[in-house]
């Protein structure tokens, strides 16, 4: 098998993670209530990481990063924003709210290319325009039908995008830059765990150790789509990964509205059939383009 080719199936390992794996594994631990599980999602992913940095001797690679304050900054800025998009994540996956949050997922991109045109000068063609305009038409057209802001989905597109933005600016491996990431919100994980356990709600501890254990993989569950997803981009760049990156919000999709039978009415319809035309304009512009 080419790299090419071993890079698309990492890809498609990685998105199928997230869009079905993931949902399916926090789903059916939405009983444990959202705020443990996103506690539980940083404390492991920190500890996964550190387990992965000493095995791959990464600790000298950790050292220089912390050693420049301009990392820092913007890895304490990205660790706010992924525990956001982590914690209104898992909230909708807990509370029978999947649907809206693929239709973050559908819009990341799009807002992507908005804030590279913002942040770094990248050229719009009127392809990418045209997909900005229908972004912006469906979430105004939810809003209007709804009379209620898409707030989760909104927050999971804009949180994921800006995220981007901010690790674009520097160039540390996606690893350890996730690892002084989780670290940096790991205190305030720590402490809700304190909050939870002195209230007497933990789910955690010795009581069920079944429930504990599985609860650990929140770690896995969250480092190894990541490394699928990082290895393939190297092995097969950033177009094919843009395309098939849709695969993670599709099977969000078809799992809420399908295997857990959440709402979906016509209004809604017509607004996500507003995002797939902007993501099918999308993703033609980067099939020609790449």
């Not at 990063?65 to 990205?78: D, P």
């Not at 912006?136 to 804009?158: A, E, H, M």
């Amino acid at each position: 098998m080419s790299s090419f080719n071993k890079g698309i199936l990492y890809i498609i390992i990685g998105s199928f993670w997230w869009g079905v794996i993931g949902v399916i594994y926090f789903r059916s631990l939405a009983f444990v209530g959202s705020v443990e599980l996103v506690l539980h999602r940083v404390f492991w992913t920190a500890v996964m990481l550190i387990i992965t940095t000493i095995y791959l001797s990464k600790w000298n690679k950790f050292i220089k990063i912390l050693n420049i304050k301009k990392n820092i900054f913007y890895l304490t800025v990205t660790g706010i924003l992924i525990f956001i998009n982590w914690s209104v994540w898992i909230y909708a996956v807990s509370t029978n709210q999947i649907v809206d949050a693929s239709f973050g997922y559908f819009i990341m991109p799009i807002l992507s290319v908005l804030f590279g045109y913002l942040f770094f000068n990248e050229i719009l063609n009127k392809r990418r325009i045209f997909s900005i305009i229908l972004t912006i038409i469906s979430v105004l057209y939810l809003f209007y039908f709804y009379k209620n802001f898409p707030w989760i989905g909104l927050t999971v597109g804009l949180s994921w995008s800006l995220y981007n933005v901010f690790r674009k600016k520097i160039y540390v491996d996606v690893d350890l830059g996730l690892l002084i990431e989780s670290l940096v919100i790991l205190p305030f994980a720590i402490i809700g765990f304190y909050f939870i356990y002195t209230s007497g709600n933990l789910d955690f501890g010795t009581n069920s150790l079944k429930l504990s254990f599985i609860l650990t993989i929140a770690g896995p569950m969250t480092v190894i789509p990541l490394f699928f997803f990082v290895k393939g981009v190297h092995l097969a760049g950033l177009g094919p990964s843009g395309m098939l990156f849709f695969i993670t919000p599709t099977f969000q999709f078809i799992l809420g509205l399908f295997l857990y039978n959440e709402p979906f009415d016509i209004y809604r319809l017509i607004g996500f059939i507003l995002i797939w035309l902007a993501v099918i304009i999308y993703i033609f512009d980067l099939y020609e383009n790449n």
